[in-house]
């Protein structure tokens, strides 16, 4: 199992690796210039093979309307009664709302009035997406605990990387003391000179 991690990981910095590289060779240009260049390489074209076209990343401009938003709401009847009859009124077919104004006033948020179908969507669609992070999420399952699986790797990894430079350090001490030896006891040995006769 901890062989399959490591080599997982491995595939991952090589994943990273390659994106990293493609990341650093796309190249950007200027829209201007762009239009400028390709009838520039039109004519180019025929006497040699043009380089590929860098990648033009672009954002879709957003169309400001001048025209406002228009709510739907149920015409009132301005002929039939006072307007103060009219605003204290439920009419029988307006459209039910849910509202939760304790937790919008406790919380600091704003009031909204939704209708109900559309706060069960809300709420189904929270659900659903509470249920994915739990999926998703690196909590314990059983007796499967993800993150002392990942602790474990890591002290597994520091002791073996800190045994190596224990080893590694051991040996530059003894060649250190042993060089050190040499050079304060050991007298090198002289050869008798030649006779002169």
Not at 48 to 71: F, Y
Request: proline share 7%; with cysteine.
């Amino acid at each position: 199992m901890l062989d399959n991690m490591l080599l997982r990981m491995e595939e991952i910095e090589k994943d990273e690796e390659e994106v990293r590289r493609r990341f650093a060779m796309i190249s950007y240009s200027d829209p201007l210039l762009w239009d400028m260049d390709t009838g520039a390489q039109r004519k180019h074209n025929s006497s040699r093979p043009a380089s590929p076209q860098p990648i033009r990343l672009t954002k879709p401009a957003q169309k400001l309307s001048s025209t406002g938003d228009i709510v739907l709401q149920r015409p009132v009847e301005t002929g039939g009664g006072s307007e103060s009859f009219l605003m204290d009124e439920d009419s029988p077919d307006a459209i039910p709302s849910c509202s939760s104004t304790d937790r919008a006033q406790k919380k600091g948020g704003v009031r909204l009035n939704v209708p109900c179908c559309i706060q069960k969507n809300i709420q189904r669609y929270r659900e659903k997406h509470d249920s994915y992070l739990h999926l998703v999420s690196h909590a314990a399952v059983g007796s499967f605990n993800p993150w002392a699986v990942a602790e474990s790797l890591a002290e597994e990894l520091i002791m073996e990387a800190l045994a190596e430079v224990a080893a590694e350090f051991q040996d530059v001490c003894e060649e250190y003391a042993e060089a050190i030896f040499t050079s304060e006891f050991l007298q090198p040995i002289q050869s008798p000179s030649p006779s002169v006769s």
